[in-house]
């Protein structure tokens, strides 16, 4: 079974759009997490949430809104998406946080805004 | 701010050479230090790590030592393979719950 799951893998939409992406992770974890990986490879992190609640919320538009619906859950919705949203974003998810725990990761989401 | 520095790739080795990659970080404190690797087409996984200083991560023959005097984490190993060539990511991590990534290595190694 995959720990972290995330859908769909590739998404390729038009600006102005409105999109989803779902994450679901079966590790009994209670931290979430959603990064952003640009073309070069650089990762960051963009959301955090423990048990529902929003602990992290880096320097992120405000067109993109996380949702917890439960802790094995955080969707990340998308609103009039602009090509510079182009990127794979990873859902990640991690036990408490306890620094000397690591994150597991998805295998990450490609939107392409065309 | 606290962050992460790695060397610029690609790195380019013939198989079975000796690898480095470079890491130090920033940090006001003593953060938790992780190495990812990034296969083409997939998520990242932990490779190794190492929570307190002069601990040793090692996995798969990969090898990095926590240096508090150096604020460094270099990633090592004997003997690369081909299966190795990956994107590898260094990551520090302390209690304000962040995993902040460096830029990322593209290591390629060749028959």
């Known amino acids: 079974d995959t720990a972290v799951s995330q859908t769909p893998k590739y998404l390729v939409t038009q600006m102005g759009n409105d999109k989803s992406i779902k994450c679901e992770q079966n590790?009994?974890?209670?931290?979430m997490y959603w990064y952003k990986q640009d073309s070069k490879k650089f990762l960051k992190i963009m959301f955090s949430?423990?048990?529902?609640?929003?602990?992290i919320n880096e320097t992120v538009p405000n067109r993109f809104s996380p949702k917890s619906p439960d802790k094995a859950h955080l969707n990340l919705h998308i609103n009039s998406l602009e090509l510079g949203d182009s990127a794979v974003y990873f859902c990640?998810?991690?036990?408490?946080?306890?620094?000397?725990?690591?994150?597991?990761f998805g295998q990450g989401t490609r939107l392409t805004v065309v | 701010g606290d962050s992460v520095t790695q060397m610029e790739g690609p790195v380019t080795l013939s198989e079975e050479a000796f690898l480095t990659i470079n890491c130090t970080y920033t940090?006001?404190?003593?953060?938790?230090l992780f190495w990812y690797v990034q296969y083409p087409g997939e998520g990242l996984q932990l490779l190794l790590k190492a929570t307190k200083a002069d601990d040793k991560g090692s996995n798969k023959g990969f090898e990095a030592t926590y240096r508090k005097e150096t604020t460094s984490f270099h990633l090592e190993k004997g003997s690369v393979q081909v299966s190795d060539s990956a994107v590898y990511f260094c990551?520090?991590?302390?209690?304000?719950?962040?995993?902040?990534f460096g830029t990322g290595t593209r290591l390629q190694v060749f028959p």
């Open positions: 940090a006001t404190g003593y953060p938790s």
């Open positions: 990551a520090r991590r302390d209690n304000t719950d962040k995993l902040i």
């Open positions: 949430y423990n048990n529902k609640e929003l602990i």
């Open positions: 990640a998810s991690s036990q408490g946080t306890d620094p000397n725990t690591e994150a597991f």
């Open positions: 590790l009994g974890h209670d931290t």
